[in-house]
Structure formats: structure tokens, C-alpha cells
């Protein structure tokens, strides 16, 4: 042999011979039969041997047509336990997840449910970030982000779990003091929360402000202290130790939504985190049970 064989010249070759002619190798590969014979004749040309005896009935493989063929064979065998190692590799569960919320989502949803997640998907090692800044998943910065947002990026596969909805609340010590004596904790400048900067405004709630903070952790503990009343997302404050001061505040609900880019949503590791959050995990419950 004088040249040495693309992968494509032994598939050529297994086409032909598998089909028995020509003509209904053409038919299978649904190139003409022009083509398939021009590239035939390359083949042959270059190896400087006939590959196959031209019947009227058919196409039989010469012995080095034969030889050809079984190197062509091997190489299919291998091709395909190649792609379903890949494939199955890919399937299960396993490897990094790298998933982006806020500090608050995390203690109040995310943190609750990790132990489950660890038992029905343990060879999946999370990668959590926890950050008030949109990390932009376009750059893979992660893999996956739980977000509160009125509409995700239009770039963004996203699935809505529910709504986050606020209310002031105290420590439990403030039950029956009237709301207009508990003294408030705010945000300060370094927490960009307009939403919330005109409510507290409208509601008069920055005249009675005893401190501002920079974060709602930060405020939750505050209020859990005892330091004063907050508005506070309800999935954090719904156990005895808080006290609620009137209703849900409407101008503050916002979705959460769990976001993915397309590329990565069939990944296995990423789909089963995904399914997990979505279907599993029950945050989705939580929130609904905070409505009122």
C-alpha cells in the first residue's frame, strides 16, 4: 500500500461492501453514484490495488479488499465502544457543579436541603459561590445560578420556582409592642436595594431607623438579637423566634428562578442538580407556603 487510509476511505469501503453494489451504496448514503465510484477509484488509485471485483450481480471484495475490510470493521467496533463510554460517562451524575445564589437564598433554602442532596447524588461535588453580584453564566463563571429576578437574560434557560415576598419582622421579645415603637434596622448605602430604599421611604421607615446594614444576613441577625424589626424575606423569619408586623409587602415580591445556559442543561451533573432544586427539594413549597 502506497498511502496510508483516512477513516473515511475504510467507511467508503464497509459502505460498498456491506451494500453489495454500488448502486444501492449510493441509495444508502444518499450520494451518487458518480461520486461513490470517483471516490472508489481514489482509493484504489492510491493504494495501487483493486479493492473490488465489478460483477454484473454486484461488488465482491478482492483479498486486499478483504483485508481493508477487516481493518475497517475493527476500527467501527472501537469507534462505537469508544462513544458509548463517552456517552455513559457523560450520562451519570458525577463531577463538579458550580451553582451561584445569595448569601441569604443559601441560608434559608439552599443550605437546608444539602444533606439530602448529598445522599441521592454523592459522587456530585457542589461548588457553591455565594455572592449578591450576577455572575455571568455566559462566561461559565458557574454552571448553575439561583436568582431572584423580575425576567432572567434571554440568553439563560430558566425555570421559576416561585416568589420571594418580604414582611417587617422582630425578634419574638417585640410581640404585642406596637410596630410604630419597634425601632428599625436598615440598609445602608453599600447594599444597593432600591426597591426596598422606596418602600422604607414611602412607609416612613427611615425616620425610625436605629442602624443600617449591609447586608440581609447582617440585618437578619440583627433582628434575631433583638435590635429591632427588619424587612425580611418570609422563608427566613417563619419559625417562633420572629415576630411578623402586618402583612406581605407586595411592591417587594420577586421571582426566584433557577438558571442554566443552554449548552450545559443536559449535561448529566447539571441536569440532576437542576431536577434536584427544581422537583426535589422542596424550595419551591417553602416559598409557596410564605404567601401569607
Not at 142 to 169: H, N, W
Request: with cysteine.
Amino acid at each position: 500500500m502506497n498511502e496510508s487510509m483516512a477513516w473515511s476511505d475504510y467507511s467508503t469501503v464497509l459502505l460498498i461492501a456491506e451494500s453489495g453494489s454500488l448502486s444501492a451504496a449510493a441509495r444508502a448514503s444518499r450520494e451518487s453514484h458518480p461520486t461513490l465510484m470517483r471516490r472508489l477509484n481514489a482509493i484504489e488509485g492510491r493504494l495501487g490495488v483493486r479493492l473490488f471485483e465489478r460483477f454484473r450481480q454486484g461488488y465482491q471484495a478482492t483479498e486486499a479488499g478483504e483485508e481493508v475490510l477487516a481493518t475497517a470493521r475493527r476500527m467501527r467496533v472501537l469507534s462505537r465502544e469508544t462513544e458509548r463510554r463517552l456517552s455513559g460517562r457523560d450520562q451519570r451524575p458525577f463531577g463538579v457543579v458550580v451553582l451561584t445564589t445569595t448569601d441569604t437564598i443559601f441560608a434559608g433554602l439552599v443550605a437546608p436541603v444539602l444533606r439530602a442532596f448529598r445522599e441521592a447524588y454523592p459522587d456530585i461535588e457542589l461548588d457553591i459561590r455565594l455572592s449578591n453580584a450576577v455572575h455571568d453564566l455566559a462566561r461559565r463563571d458557574a454552571d448553575i445560578a439561583l436568582r431572584p429576578a423580575l425576567e432572567p437574560a434571554g440568553y439563560l434557560k430558566g425555570r421559576k420556582l416561585g416568589v420571594i415576598r418580604q414582611a417587617l419582622y422582630s425578634s419574638a421579645e417585640f410581640l404585642g409592642v406596637a410596630r410604630e415603637e419597634i425601632p428599625i434596622i436598615g440598609p445602608s448605602g453599600a447594599m444597593p436595594y432600591d426597591a426596598l430604599d422606596v418602600y422604607m421611604r414611602e412607609e416612613g421607615l427611615n425616620r425610625r431607623c436605629a442602624m443600617r446594614l449591609d447586608s440581609l444576613m447582617a440585618m437578619h441577625g440583627a433582628v434575631a438579637k433583638g435590635a429591632g424589626a427588619a424587612v425580611l424575606p418570609t422563608y427566613l423569619c417563619e419559625t417562633p423566634d420572629f415576630t411578623r408586623h402586618g402583612d406581605n409587602i407586595e411592591a417587594l415580591e420577586t421571582p426566584l428562578w433557577l438558571l442554566v445556559h443552554p449548552d450545559l442543561q443536559r449535561t448529566a451533573r447539571v441536569r440532576a442538580t437542576l431536577d434536584f432544586l427544581a422537583d426535589q427539594s422542596g424550595i419551591g413549597k417553602r416559598l409557596e407556603r410564605a404567601k401569607t
